[in-house]
């Protein structure tokens, strides 16, 4: 009595670690195809980035970075295949993430608003929205005529521009870096794009303004990112790329020459670890619950020969003898599939933090994990239970 209870304690405690780990990891699988789903914005299919450092060069200064940027643009863009080149100092998803505050100028009774918010901000080229794949929702991008002796402009995005600013809203959009009350020009709102990934594509984007490299309002940016849209495999441009930035100067430090794909993939990679590695103990769990239930039924089957000979002898068929078994391994896979849910339900939040799309609790995830552990614990149970019952009784008799 007491090995069996004991071995019906072992199969709910393997059921139940294996309940647990099927969930964690059918939520993190979960949460990956979210990911992967995800509209970041932007098209990173053949797309080349590429970083470039200024500093200490012949080109640091402010005044000597225009004629850098139009050099480089004019040789990448005459390249074979390319489609469009623009310059950017963070390229979405890969680099750092900027903010300045800013107020915005009221259309509506010309009123201005009060609120000093923030967004993130990045300085780019004419050429960057069609490199990257931005969507232009309204108004136009920057141009080259965009110059410092121009009107200052910047394009914002989607919900910055919602936010700010309703629908009815006819005007110009004018807003200000700092505060309402700073000095410093208002600068024009001259279009407004789609909303990107910012830092990653887990986080819901930010309030986001463009401002022209021309009309660049820090003078701290030396670093600048080359992004590259080919009409083959970006990949082939590579040493293309980084060549045309030396033909202007061999000196120039170049780095991060790498798809917008791999990017992409790149910041998605701890996420994809930690779901292999859950869906890895996982299996191994699942596996050793199948071979665990197996055994304890196995083991039960040669304790109950003689039972199973009489059974069969007086007319019990091999449903019966199948039935029989079913029931009674089945019970402790259920005890272990109750106590594996609600130990699923308390655990997983130590992994929400994981999660995207998807809560700790989904309906569908827990049903799913629960019914993959019932057909492998019946699987287990079944294999046995009718191996038994096909036996001769004869020779179940004769073995007592």
């Avoid at 780019?124 to 991008?141: H, M």
């Avoid at 590579?238 to 100067?249: A, C, E, H, K, Q």
């Avoid at 061999?250 to 590695?277: C, H, I, K, W, Y």
């Amino acid at each position: 009595m007491t090995g069996r209870i004991l071995r019906q304690y072992l199969t709910a405690s393997e059921v139940a670690v294996a309940m647990v780990l099927l969930v964690g990891a059918s939520l993190m699988v979960h949460t990956m195809v979210r990911l992967g789903r995800t509209d970041t914005g932007f098209d990173s299919a053949n797309t080349m980035t590429m970083s470039i450092s200024l500093a200490g060069s012949q080109f640091a200064a402010p005044e000597r970075q225009q004629s850098f940027f139009d050099d480089v643009l004019s040789g990448v863009g005459a390249l074979p295949g390319v489609m469009s080149a623009g310059l950017v100092n963070h390229v979405p998803i890969g680099g750092d993430t900027w903010r300045l505050d800013f107020a915005v100028e009221g259309s509506s009774g010309g009123g201005v608003l009060t609120t000093n918010p923030n967004a993130v901000f990045r300085v780019a080229t004419p050429g960057y929205e069609k490199a990257l794949g931005l969507r232009l929702i309204e108004g136009r991008w920057f141009e080259n005529t965009d110059r410092p002796n121009s009107p200052l402009v910047v394009v914002i995005n989607e919900l910055l521009a919602r936010r700010y600013w309703g629908p009815e809203d006819t005007e110009v959009k004018r807003l200000k870096l700092g505060t309402v009350d700073s000095e410093g020009p208002w600068l024009q709102v001259v279009g407004v794009v789609g909303d990107t990934a910012q830092s990653s594509v887990r986080q819901t984007p930010a309030p986001e303004i463009y401002f022209p490299y021309t009309q660049n309002p820090v003078s701290f940016w030396t670093d600048t990112n080359l992004v590259v849209r080919s009409a083959r495999d970006p990949a082939a441009l590579g040493s293309t790329l980084r060549d045309t930035v030396w033909t202007i100067d061999p000196n120039l430090p170049v780095s991060n020459l790498e798809t917008l794909a791999d990017v992409l993939g790149s910041s998605l990679g701890q996420q994809r670890f930690n779901t292999t590695l859950l869906a890895l103990l996982a299996a191994i769990a699942l596996t050793l619950a199948l071979v665990g239930i197996y055994g304890v039924i196995s083991y039960t089957v040669s304790q109950r020969r003689y039972e199973i000979g009489v059974r069969t002898a007086l007319g019990a068929g091999t449903g019966d003898i199948v039935r029989l078994f079913l029931a009674q391994g089945m019970k402790p896979v259920l005890v272990g599939l109750g106590v594996g849910l609600l130990a699923s339900l308390w655990l997983t939040r130590f992994i929400s933090s994981l999660l995207f799309g998807v809560g700790t609790t989904d309906p569908p995830t827990l049903a799913l994990a629960a019914l993959l552990m019932a057909t492998t614990a019946l699987v287990a149970s079944h294999l046995p239970a009718r191996a038994a019952s096909r036996r001769d009784p004869l020779d179940a008799l004769r073995s007592e």
